[in-house]
Structures are given as C-alpha cells and as structure tokens.
C-alpha cells in the first residue's frame, strides 16, 4: 500500500498525529481540507490555556504531564517556543465546580499548588478584580501554547521525519476493506490506499464518521481582544491564565499575547449549535456586549477599545470528554474528537495516543478508559 496510515484533518491533533507516525517509521499522509494553518476549525486565535489541575477529572493530569514533556520535545525538534508558562488561576465559590475540581486533583496528584482566596488573587494580580470571598487555585507550571506556530512546528516536524502532507484538499470519503485489510480514501484530488485511518476532523468528524452524529456536536465560540487601560498589568509576567467560575457562567482568559489586547471568553458562549458547514462566522453587537459585561465586572482595567473579536467551534460530546478509540466496526479505523473546547492543551499526547492505537496491536500505555466510545452509546 502507498501508506502505513492516513491522517484526516491537520489541525492541532492533526499535525501532532503525523509527527508522531512519521518518527516511528512509519508512512504517512495528511490531508487537510483548509489551509495549514488555518481559521476555520478549533485552534486559530494566537494561543490556548494549558493547565494541570484539571477540574474537569483527575484523570486527564497523567495525559497532561505526559503532554507537557512531548511540547518540549517538538520545541526541541524545530527550535520553535510554543509553550509558555507564568502560572494558571482556577477559581470561583469554594463549592463551586472549578475550585473544588481543581482542588481535589491537585491534591490527588501532588501537583504543587496555593490556595487564595479572591482578595489576595487581587493583590497579587491587579489586572483581576475577583470577589473577594471567591477561592483560587494557583499553579506555576500553567500557561499557554501558541497553537497556530505549534501546528506549523508539528507538520514541520512530521514533514522533517518524511510525512506527506497536503493541505487544501478535501476527503469525500473513505471506505474500509472486509477483515481489517486497510483502507481507501477519496478526496477532491486522488484516491489514496493505507493500512490504517485516523479521523481528527475537528467540527467535521460526524461528516466523516456518521455514528458520531448527535455525539460530536459543534458549537460557535466567540474569543474577544480588549486593549487594556493599565497594559503593565496583564503581561504574561503579572497576568496568569484563568478559569473563572461566576454567576454569569464559566469564562476563560490571557494576557496580552501578539494580538495588543487582553484575550477571553465565555465557555459555550451562547449556546449555538449548528452543523460545521452552517457555523456562522460573523461576530455581532450581542457577542461583544455579552464578553464585555463580564470585563468589565472582573477585569476593570482591560476594558479599553476592542482590538479583536473572532469566532472559532467547539466540538461537544454530551459529557464533555473526549473520544479516542477504535471504530466499533471498523477496527483498522481510529476517531478523535477530544474538543469540548477544553482539547488544545493534549494535542502533543493524544498524537501519541493516536499513533500508538494505529500502530502495532492497536493498544496504548496511556490511561484513556475513561475517553473510550462506548461510554456514549
């Protein structure tokens, strides 16, 4: 066969995916229907939130410290910074959803960490007007990647290693042969044979794998740039990341990175679903009103001007997690879809995850039970 797997979408997944092939040997081919990179999908907008005390489940901190080692191993390979870290702030009520995760995996897991309460988050970080009875979660290994150049490095990488990489084409199908026996795969450009599959589509993955439809659903997001009145303090150096639980919901922010503003947004924003190919891309009055209310109540001097507003898609299964497994009937074929707008952070270790489950007898060493498909159905 011309190759060993074939790689469905090169975005932040993607891109981790081939290079991780393409380094154990193996022949590989990548085939994006966008640009490289591009901003169509989930992973444009400059930067994404790296963490390790993950409230969402303990679970995810093994996957995490395993992520964190393989982003210095692609910083080591191309000579490219894409990770960053000043620290990450998880907070909210004490009961709430995101101290109390928060709190619980850092404490399973022995990560260090401080606990503070919204008033010394304050006097800490001045960019941030906390209430003062909230709880914090402080973590100095927090921070973020800058997810556009760590897509660039990874199909650098994969290409260095002898990927096959093709972008602006577009998969029309595939089709898996009887008894496990590989693959063939149609695009608006070629026909192209495999032994093996792997679809991380992205927005797009229930196109490409129809019983993921109604599991896989993609959500508009809206990210928005405000110039802060007092830019000294949201520099990386005075500014960490955040996760922020508060009445009006669970938001999410930076400091200013590349874009000369103070970036954030609201997690499923305003709730619009809709299939990939209808996502409305536009940014309106109510998106900008919605992030600045909430600006302007927690972070009072980063209200300046607008300097940015853009759209990206969240991926959501119902509970959340992530998918990475084998089809159920097609074993020769391997589904990701981790999104649920919390998936950038792992692109470096599901890649491995990724090769590991198309390579060899299909198993992994890393701890992904809890991500299987069967969850689902």
Known sequence: MAFDVIVVGIGGMGS???????????????????DIPHTMG??????????????????????????YALWRELEAATGDRVLVTHGSIDAGPEDGEIFHGALASAQLHGLEHTVLTGAEVNDRYPGYRLPSRHRAIFQPQGGYLLSERAIVAHVRAAQAAGAEIHAREQVLGWEARPGGEGVVVTTDRGRYEAGRLILTAGAWMADLAPLLAGVAVPERQVLAWLQPQAPALFTPERFPVFNLEVGEGRYYGFPVVEVPGFKFGRYHHRAEHMPAEAMRREVDAADEALLRAFAE???????????????????????????????????????????????????SVVGEVLADLATGDGSTRHGIDFLRLARLQ
């Open 16 to 34: 981790a995916t081939a290079w991780q092939l393409a380094r154990r040997g193996q022949r590989v081919l990548g085939l994006e229907r966008f």
């Open 297 to 347: 109540r927690y972070f009072p001097q980063g209200t300046g001007p607008t300097m940015a507003l853009r759209a990206c898609i969240f991926t959501n299964t119902p509970d959340e997690h992530f998918i990475l497994d084998h089809h159920p009937a097609h074993p020769q074929v391997v589904l990701a879809s981790p999104c649920s707008g919390h998936g950038y952070k792992f692109c």
């Open 42 to 67: 989930s992973s444009h907008g400059v930067t994404r939130i790296i963490r390790l005390p993950y409230y969402e489940d303990p679970a995810y901190v093994p996957l995490l410290r395993r992520a």
